[in-house]
T-cell receptor
């Protein structure tokens, strides 16, 4: 399987709800990172997983959490959604820990 | 604290001319720099990269220049084509810090036919 696939493509949630975003990486890509891209801004690093363990985290609160699975899929979970969480969420995978990231098309989350 | 900055939100050039996109950074620990291109409704696509031990890398119409003393890099596209119209992001990596990408705010390039 090639490429990085994210689901869903669009999502609308209500403030206070919880959301799970999914990502399917390329086989052999042991590193997966999640980014949040607000309108008019560059992607901001949320966290990174390597072989199913978190090995880096950006400046995001604990209500942002993740999982990486042995089948190269991963999840981003956000609890207690806030209006400012509205953004494009990007998943990126790499066969190693340095560069060479392939991005998915993202999930557009709108919190109302 | 914006460690990677793209100070020009937009750039418009004529087809066939050169496009120059600029990027500045503040963290001297960055050792790898990348340019990504992003079309609407798609994820960023890797374009070209440069290691901090080099000052130039060329790939077809795309050339990236790195000036470490000025903490500045630029992407040159020549000749520019209408299909190059997209948002361009500069990104940097500190390999000693998980290899996470630090992105600039992006520059929207419009190439007019």
């Amino acid at each position: 399987e090639t490429g990085v696939t994210q689901s869903p493509t669009h999502l609308i949630k209500t403030r206070g709800q919880q959301v799970t975003l999914r990502c399917s990486s390329q086989s052999g890509h042991n590193t997966v990172s999640w980014y949040q891209q607000a309108l008019g801004q560059g992607p901001q690093f949320i966290f990174q997983y390597y072989r199913e363990e978190e090995n880096g985290r950006g400046n995001f609160p604990p209500r942002f959490s993740g999982l990486q699975f042995p089948n190269y899929s991963s999840e981003l979970n956000v609890n207690a959604l806030e209006l400012d969480d509205s953004a494009l969420y990007l998943c990126a995978s790499s066969p190693d820990r340095e560069g060479g990231y392939t991005f998915g098309s993202g999930t557009r989350l709108t919190v109302v | 604290d914006q460690q990677v900055k793209q100070n020009s939100p937009s750039l418009s050039v004529q087809e066939g001319r050169i496009s120059i996109l600029n990027c500045d950074y503040t963290n001297s620990m960055f050792d790898y720099f990348l340019w990504y291109k992003k079309y609407p409704a798609e994820g960023p696509t890797f374009l070209i990269s440069i290691s901090s031990i080099k000052d130039k890398n060329e790939d077809g119409r795309f050339t990236v220049f790195l000036n470490k003393s000025a903490k500045h890099l630029s992407l040159h596209i020549v000749p520019s084509q209408p299909g190059d119209s997209a948002v361009y992001f500069c990104a940097a990596i500190d390999s000693g810090n998980t290899g996470k990408l630090i992105f600039g705010q992006g520059t929207t390039l419009q190439v007019k036919p």
